[in-house]
């Protein structure tokens, strides 16, 4: 098996003028680390409701119509355990199903008319929120190839994929219209972390040391800058598109009534 450096295929990714390019790049690369059959999807958090989904892979076309056509996409376990999970899943086609819906049973005799065993399943996150997952698809029955994946093989497709992330937002994002880019100044960013607190106008005034008059101003701004109507919404949609992070440990400014555990080592 040919392994390729990972900057190659960094520079390879750089170089994708659109998604197909990216997809030919995750082929070769998955196909040198010895993944044969993948998919992979990953959601940009535009909203909390209309956000787009990319979806990548190379399992046959007439796999995906069958998929498509039969809306397994509302069976298939894996499409639902990413979103609320951080673990890596072992999965087989051969485990019970029965606690899922009618399809799901469906849905594991599709796959296993295409001689497909079980896979691994690795949820995916990233600083912008975006979400999704790569799941690593098996025709060995003990799913030995995944277990062997699990030890080294498998990081490196996730390694990949942070770089597949970064250059699907950089094409997602045309005529210069680039919603990842955060609009937000570090007192505007200060101020939203106190609204999603859930503190009033006077009491975020008191904590920056601001007047009252200017945290208004500073709303209206926010909303102007996101196109939102209220300072809830503005809240939720930075969260979303990660304009808004937790207050950084290393700033010494806003250590006041946080809890810092330092671990160290017995040695």
Same mark, same amino acid.
């Given at each position: ?15 994708a ?48 119509a ?13 499409a ?7 673990? %890596? ?41 975006t ?51 955060? %609009? ?48 809830q ?23 006041i ?11």
């Open positions: 098996m040919t392994m390729l450096r990972l900057s190659d295929t960094v520079e390879c990714l750089r170089k003028e659109d998604l197909d390019a990216i997809m030919a790049t995750m082929e070769v690369s998955f196909e040198a680390l010895g993944f044969p059959q993948w998919c992979f999807a990953c959601q940009m958090l535009k909203s909390y409701v209309t956000s787009p989904v990319y979806v990548f892979t190379n399992f046959s076309h007439e796999y995906m069958e998929y498509v056509s039969m809306g397994y996409n509302d069976a298939d376990p894996v639902k355990y990413y979103s609320n999970n951080n673990l %890596p899943w072992l999965w087989r086609v051969a485990d019970d199903w029965s606690g899922y819906v009618n399809e799901t049973s469906l849905f594991m005799q599709l796959l296993k008319r295409y001689g497909y065993t079980g896979g691994l399943c690795i949820p995916l996150f990233s600083a912008q929120n979400r999704g997952f790569i799941n690593l698809v098996s025709r060995d029955p003990s799913l030995a190839d995944m277990y062997d994946a699990l030890e080294g093989r498998a990081a490196q497709t996730t390694l990949i994929l942070r770089y597949v992330q970064e250059e699907i937002l950089r094409i997602a994002t045309t005529n210069n219209e680039n919603i990842y880019k955060n %609009p937000l100044s570090a007192r505007q960013k200060e101020l939203l972390l106190w609204v999603g607190e859930g503190f009033t106008t006077k009491e975020i005034a008191e904590k920056m040391g601001i007047s009252f008059r200017t945290v208004e101003s500073y709303i209206v701004e926010i909303q102007n800058k996101m196109d939102v109507s209220n300072r919404q503005a809240v939720t949609r930075a969260v979303s598109l990660g304009y808004i992070l937790p207050l950084s440990v290393y700033d010494p400014t806003k250590m009534n946080r809890e810092i555990k330092l671990v160290l080592s017995r040695k």
